[in-house]
């Protein structure tokens, strides 16, 4: 059996994610209590017709329930049932704004005199633990429902067992840290090709930009540092039973330095992962990069609004 549990903070996408599971084939239950989480794989195995199985858990869920929960997930991981938890998060503000524009209740003030924002902090520090033990945990904060449903079928219903998951995402810092990021590398202190007028329309997958940056010996040297660092340690997170790894890359505005970086580490990494996943947030773009396709970086026209 493979069984997937997704929680999260409500209004980040739970409900999406569970819906992208059962349209593969999971057998998808929402709100599932904790307690009976045991006796429902049981169940499900002693029928021997589910072999996928996405539950919702969240802070629905009575509290006691919720402190007994990584107990339970021992007991799973003792008899050896495959699982894997997904945690959906979400920046506050960002929930405030959804949660006022659906005009929706948030679950914890239905019988409470808490504010919205008191419940949005209350649920995550109810979730705290939760989070810790979380394999994958997924920042909705500008992602689509469809961007969801891709990142859920790319991410958790194509993990294979026992292989390291590993996303590279470049990431602009005036608009955040990526909350789901493991590992998160600086590349402000490179050569800018923005300063140069002719260059800041370009991104780092344009050939244009890859001549200005792999002109410099630091570029070289920081991206060689970073994939000898990479290659010796992501096997011992892969051997402390790691599922994913999302190494994040950063520049001022995520367009040239660090969308340059995420392509040069990907190519060298992809031959050790045999598939490397890329995400370039503020270019909303991401795809799959397997061995057969690693290549010199092409010359790929992508302009940023």
């Not at 007028?197 to 060689?224: C, K, W």
């Not at 999302?246 to 598939?275: F, N």
């Amino acid at each position: 059996m493979q069984l997937v549990i997704i929680s999260g903070r409500s209004g980040s996408g739970k409900s999406i994610a569970l819906q992208a599971l059962e349209d593969l084939g999971y057998y998808a239950i929402d709100n599932l209590p904790a307690m009976l989480l045991g006796s429902l794989v049981d169940e499900l195995r002693e029928q021997g017709e589910r072999t996928h199985l996405a539950v919702s858990i969240d802070a629905r869920n009575l509290p006691t329930a919720l402190e007994r929960l990584p107990a339970l997930l021992e007991e799973l991981k003792q008899r050896q049932i495959r699982f894997q938890v997904i945690y959906l998060t979400t920046d506050a503000r960002i929930l405030l704004e959804r949660y006022s524009a659906t005009r929706r209740r948030h679950p914890l003030t239905r019988d409470s005199d808490m504010t919205l924002e008191e419940a949005i902090n209350k649920e995550e520090e109810t979730l705290l633990e939760i989070r810790d033990l979380a394999d994958l945990m997924i920042d909705t904060s500008r992602l689509s429902a469809h961007d969801l449903r891709r990142r859920i079928a790319d991410q958790v219903a194509h993990q294979h067992r026992g292989q390291l998951t590993l996303t590279f995402e470049s990431f602009g810092y005036k608009r955040g840290v990526p909350m789901d990021a493991d590992i998160v590398f600086d590349m402000r202190c490179l050569p800018n090709p923005y300063w140069d007028p002719t260059l800041r329309q370009y991104t780092g997958r344009d050939a244009n930009i890859v001549a200005f940056l792999s002109g410099y010996p630091i570029v070289e040297t920081m991206s060689n540092d970073i994939h000898q660092w990479l290659e010796k340690w992501l096997p011992a997170y892969q051997n402390s039973q790691r599922s994913y790894m999302t190494v994040a890359i950063g520049c001022t505005g995520g367009q040239h330095r660090s969308v340059y970086m995420v392509e040069q580490l990907a190519q060298k990494l992809v031959k050790h992962t045999g598939e490397v996943q890329l995400r370039h947030r503020e270019l909303g773009i991401q795809y799959t990069l397997s061995e057969q396709q690693a290549q010199p970086l092409a010359s790929v026209s992508v302009k940023s609004d």
